[in-house]
């Protein structure tokens, strides 16, 4: 029940910054989704960072690293949005922002991964 609670507390406070991030990114003018890309690359950062150093000394308990990795960056990050926001490009047929988005947001966010776990080496 510990760890639940853990991995709740942990989402909320990620969900809660990702939305601010998107409120405050996400282009109503272009439709271009920058706080969805931003959320999702800092997410993968900060998990690479977390995991790396749980793996790195042990220096995080498994308790830690629910309530930082699984919780906080399982709702900072959003795969789902990221769907939806590739949807909406496709289906307004601009083919090229999706391209972009989704190649950036999968290449970007891979590299953010790896460069979180060669930060704390």
């Not at 990620?14 to 997410?43: D, H, M």
């Not at 795969?79 to 307004?92: G, I, M, P, R, W």
């Amino acid at each position: 029940m510990k760890q639940l609670i853990l991995v709740f507390i942990g989402g909320g406070f990620g969900s809660v910054l990702r939305f601010i991030i998107g409120k405050w990114l996400n282009s109503t003018e272009t439709g271009i989704p920058y706080g969805t890309f931003a959320a999702n690359i800092l997410g993968s950062l900060l998990i690479g960072i977390i995991l790396g150093v749980a793996a790195k000394n042990d220096s995080l308990t498994q308790n830690q690293t629910l309530l930082l990795a699984t919780g906080f960056c399982g709702g900072f990050t959003t795969f789902s949005t990221f769907a939806y926001e590739n949807h909406v490009f496709l289906k307004s047929g601009d083919f090229m922002n999706f391209a972009i988005y989704t190649i950036a947001s999968f290449i970007v966010g891979f590299l953010a991964v790896f460069l979180g776990m060669y930060l704390v080496k």
